[in-house]
């Protein structure tokens, strides 16, 4: 049975150790949330999503988050409810809704940021400064890995 080390040096051996500590540290992460916070994951990414790319149709945000429009429909309902975002009219197609983040549903998830934010600043310091800059240099590409487009061929 190879080593780890031995098994990164693989395309299939790092994407393996990449999924496994990736994965980990989101499961980590999600405990970190602010302890009034019971919204689902779901929701959160809405609310994360219209904090970094502004106000999004209702389309825009299935498209984003990968659902059907009738469920992102009734997530858009629910934090609407709660006063976390509102629902206005398309500025040019009455058939479409413009999903905007309130002040409430902007302070819900600042706080919930900072919340993550300090545990994990707390985990970095613990880091050499080598260790440090290697995350420094990965966390872009993460990000392009993330964002990425291209389709799933599952081979």
Do not use: C, Y
Not at 63 to 88: D, F, H, K, N, Y
Not at 104 to 132: F, N, P, Q
């Amino acid at each position: 049975m190879p080593t780890a080390a031995a098994s990164v040096r693989s395309n299939v051996g790092l994407a393996s150790e990449l999924r496994f500590g990736v994965m980990r540290l989101r499961r980590r992460l999600v405990r970190e949330r602010h302890p009034d916070n019971d919204l689902s994951l779901s929701a959160m990414a809405v609310l994360f999503g219209l904090n970094r790319f502004g106000d999004l149709t209702v389309g825009a945000l299935a498209a984003r988050e990968q659902v059907r429009p009738p469920s992102m429909t009734r997530t858009v309902t629910t934090l609407a409810e709660a006063g976390l975002v509102e629902r206005l009219a398309h500025p040019t197609d009455g058939r479409q809704v413009v999903v905007r983040l309130t002040d409430a549903g902007k302070t819900l998830i600042e706080a919930d940021r900072v919340r993550r934010d300090r545990w994990l600043s707390r985990r970095l310091a613990e880091l050499s400064a080598e260790e440090r800059d290697v995350l420094r240099r990965a966390a872009p590409i993460l990000q392009r890995i993330a964002d990425s487009d291209q389709p799933d061929d599952h081979a």
